[in-house]
């Protein structure tokens, strides 16, 4: 049979040990969240890189073609010659 001291000492210990498993838990939350957080902002910031990565290859293309149609349209109408370098 066991005394009261010793059924409040194992309560006291089992109380114990249950606190310390919610620190460990509250702990291991907190790591997962930084964790997920830091995955997530990684994942961002290549999304972004390669966002414009690719804006500026579509740039690139556009820019080529701009090129492309107005040598186009000079060889078709040389007399807009003038005014093609105003604009440029």
């Known amino acids: 049979m ?5 059924r409040v000492s194992a309560t006291l210990a ?16 907190r790591w997962a969240r930084m964790l997920d957080e830091a995955y997530t902002e ?3 910031r290549g999304r972004t890189a390669q966002e414009l990565a690719e804006a500026q290859r579509q740039a690139e ?8 149609l107005r040598e ?6 040389p007399e807009l010659a003038a005014y093609a370098q105003e604009q440029t």
């Open 2 to 6: 066991q005394t009261a001291v010793q």
């Open 14 to 29: 089992a109380e114990a040990e249950a606190a310390e498993e919610a620190a460990r838990l509250r702990q291991t939350i």
């Open 42 to 44: 990684h994942a961002e």
């Open 61 to 68: 293309a556009d820019a080529e073609q701009v090129r492309i």
């Open 72 to 77: 186009q349209l000079l060889r078709e109408h």
